[in-house]
């Protein structure tokens, strides 16, 4: 088998991996990414102990055990180029033997869950609840380089194009579905599910205007009052599409779970942001440990 080059798969001199600067036993099977470094602390804070920290860039990771199961927690920064580094070094780690460059001959499959903030696309759906997305519709063109037609949900996307009038001049929208077995685990009375969109930027692409007009006004109406098989788009961030994409197409586990800080369909923003987070925190962790 050809080894991996230096230059496709970059080491740093103490053979961690380039950016996250991870060695294989560092990582659980079980991970949390977060978008924001400080919200690696405020859930490990709840860890029993803790065996392993470290932080590059963005990149911060803490190690420990919760309730007697061992989880990683991580920050990947913001957006889906993010995403694209943090899921193919994780999947390095467990599947490809460092030291010969050569993938393992045994698959390990992780289990990764987000948990973000978002905003509501929907009115019903108010700051402060949770938002558990049953599938990622990326506006972000990442996933689409690479060879990702067997992950895709085509008839879903080709509806979504067609209901939008989607312009041919950006990427076209992909969508790829979550773990449902990580659905299972994650499900409560009180979370809402749905489609979470994911944008590449904060602003025009999630079609907030300041001072630049946007290619489509009308899209988040669109998008707002688009429905395929009973499943409506709940929610707007950066991040899930690109996870779940790369997270099927290297075989592991994927479900993002998003506390709603702002509700694009009625202006509202959350009185204390901070509170859903800890509260979707202490959610997640318990059911992760059951
Ligand atoms: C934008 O403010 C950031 O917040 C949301 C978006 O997905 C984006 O990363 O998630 P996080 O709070 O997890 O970073």
Redesign the pocket.
Known sequence: MNKIAPSELILNPDGSIYHLNLKPEHIAKDII????QN?VAKISKHFDSIEFETQKREFKTITGTYKGKRISVMS????PDNIDIVMNELDALVNIDLINRVPLKEHTKLNIV?????GSLQADIPVDSFVLAKYGLGFDGMLLSYDCDEVLESDFEDAFIKHTNWSPRKARPYIVKNSRELQTKLSGDKVFQGVTA?AVG?YGPQGRVLRLPIQDPDLNNKIDNFEYNGVRITNL????SAIYGLSKLLGHNACSM?AI?ANRANGTFSEDPYKP?EELIIYTLNKLAQ
């Not at 990414?33 to 924001?36: A, K, L, R, S």
């Not at 990947?76 to 957006?79: A, Q």
């Open positions: 990414f977060v978008g924001d919200r990947t920064g913001i957006g987000r948990i973000g903030t978002s994911t904060f961030e950066m991040e899930t998003n800080i987070v």
